[in-house]
């Protein structure tokens, strides 16, 4: 990742892993995380498509899981992300 452009932070309990990935800029931006430990993720999105529901009714939105992606063999995951925004992505470690 490049300092100042995408940030992440990676937290795990038990067998639950969450990683927030946040673009810090105005321009959309790529990112490739790799060698996640799942099968599948769950993303959740707060970008500028969901900010006002997520300002004006924030118990729906935070009831809201977001949307599974399954993994390919390699375990990577690629997320393509707008200005600004912030991806939760959980996943359980197989194995």
Same mark, same amino acid.
């Given at each position: 990742?490049? %300092?100042? +452009?995408?940030? !992440? &932070?990676?937290? +795990?309990?038990?067998?639950?892993?969450?990683? &927030?990935?946040? /673009?810090?800029?105005?321009? %959309?931006?790529? +990112?490739?995380?790799?060698?996640? @430990?799942?099968?599948?993720?769950?993303?959740?999105?707060? /970008?500028?498509?969901? !900010?006002?529901? !997520?300002?004006?009714?924030?118990?729906?939105?935070? @009831?809201?899981?977001?949307?599974?992606?399954?993994?390919? /063999?390699?375990?990577?995951? @690629? &997320?393509?992300?707008? %200005? *600004?925004?912030? !991806?939760? +992505?959980? *996943?359980?470690?197989?194995?």
């Amino acid at each position: 990742m490049r %300092p100042l +452009v995408v940030s !992440a &932070l990676c937290m +795990v309990k038990g067998r639950s892993v969450r990683i &927030l990935v946040c /673009n810090l800029t105005w321009e %959309p931006q790529e +990112v490739l995380l790799r060698k996640i @430990g799942g099968t599948q993720v769950r993303i959740k999105r707060l /970008n500028e498509d969901v !900010a006002e529901d !997520a300002m004006f009714s924030p118990d729906k939105f935070r @009831g809201d899981s977001g949307t599974t992606r399954k993994l390919d /063999n390699s375990g990577d995951l @690629g &997320l393509s992300l707008l %200005p *600004y925004e912030i !991806a939760r +992505v959980d *996943y359980q470690i197989s194995g």
